[in-house]
C-alpha cells in the first residue's frame, strides 16, 4: 500500500515536497520508484523515478527543478518541487515496480498539487 502525502497549493516560484511511504513491503524490493501526475483532460505522464541502485530519470518538463529521492530506512520516496510552474498542477501519484524502465505494479492515492497566483 503507498501513500501519498505533502500536496497543497502554491503560487508559481513556489516550492512543494510529496512523499511517499510503503505500509505493505520494503521499498528496496521494487526496482523502481516512481512519481506520475494527471492534469485534468491530459494523460497520466511520470514525473521521475529512481531505481533500487539511486539511479534517476525525470520528464524533460521537470528537470533541474524537481529531485526525487528515497530513504530505505524510513521506506519512504519524496519529490522535491522547486520552481513550480502553473502547468505542474496535477493530481501526483507514487508507483512502484518490479522492472526499471517498465510499467507500475503499484500505485498510491493521489496528492493534488495546485500552482496559482
Known amino acids: 500500500q503507498l501513500q501519498a502525502s505533502g500536496g497543497g497549493s502554491v503560487q508559481p516560484g513556489g516550492t512543494l515536497r510529496l512523499s511517499c511511504a510503503c505500509a505493505?513491503?520494503?521499498?528496496?524490493?521494487?526496482?523502481?520508484m516512481g512519481w506520475y501526475r494527471q492534469a485534468p483532460e491530459k494523460e497520466r505522464e511520470l514525473v521521475a523515478e529512481?531505481?533500487?541502485?539511486?539511479?534517476?530519470r525525470y520528464a524533460d518538463a521537470v528537470k533541474g527543478r524537481f529531485t526525487i529521492s528515497r530513504d530505505n530506512a524510513k521506506n519512504t520516496v519524496s519529490l522535491e518541487m522547486n520552481n513550480l510552474k502553473p502547468e505542474d498542477a496535477a493530481v501526483y501519484s507514487c508507483?512502484?515496480?518490479?522492472?526499471?524502465?517498465?510499467?507500475?505494479?503499484?500505485w498510491g492515492h493521489g496528492t493534488q498539487v495546485t500552482v496559482s497566483s
Open positions: 505493505s513491503a520494503s521499498i528496496f524490493s521494487f526496482d523502481a
Open positions: 508507483s512502484a515496480g518490479f522492472r526499471w524502465g517498465g510499467s507500475p505494479d503499484y
Open positions: 529512481i531505481a533500487r541502485d539511486g539511479n534517476t
